[in-house]
């Protein structure tokens, strides 16, 4: 079975910095794209940031020049740098893979369980 584990989670003050990891394991042939998502209560889980397997990055114009997203292809693993963070980053983030298994054509997309980050102000 493929699971992605986060870690990383935190309490931060405003303006301080944290960064999150997130791991995939099991048997796995290629990950495509990676992203963060991040959820607060009452409303949509949105995207933060995602990176293809070339390293190409796309952002949410919320966290642009803050957040930096990068991957290690090697250890299967994708990271998200933030920084100046500010109350309203305060949510449940979640790391998001596309896994291409072995032999298969198309990726699955897998889910983490999601790591608390708390921004006081």
């Known amino acids: 079975q493929v699971q992605l584990v986060e870690s990383g989670v935190g309490l931060v003050q405003a303006g301080g910095s944290l960064r999150l990891s997130c791991a995939a394991s099991?048997?796995?042939?290629?990950?495509?794209?990676m992203c963060w998502f991040r959820q607060v209560p009452g409303k949509q889980r949105e995207l933060v940031a995602s990176i293809s397997r070339g390293g190409s990055t796309n952002y949410a114009d919320s966290v642009k020049g803050r957040f930096t997203i990068s991957r290690d292809n090697a250890k299967n693993t994708v990271y998200l740098q933030m920084n100046s963070l500010k109350p309203e980053d305060t949510a449940v983030y979640y790391c998001n893979a596309e896994i291409l298994h072995i032999g298969a054509t198309f990726g699955t997309h897998y889910w983490g369980k999601g790591t608390l980050v708390t921004v006081s102000s």
């Open positions: 099991g048997i796995i042939g290629g990950i495509n794209t």
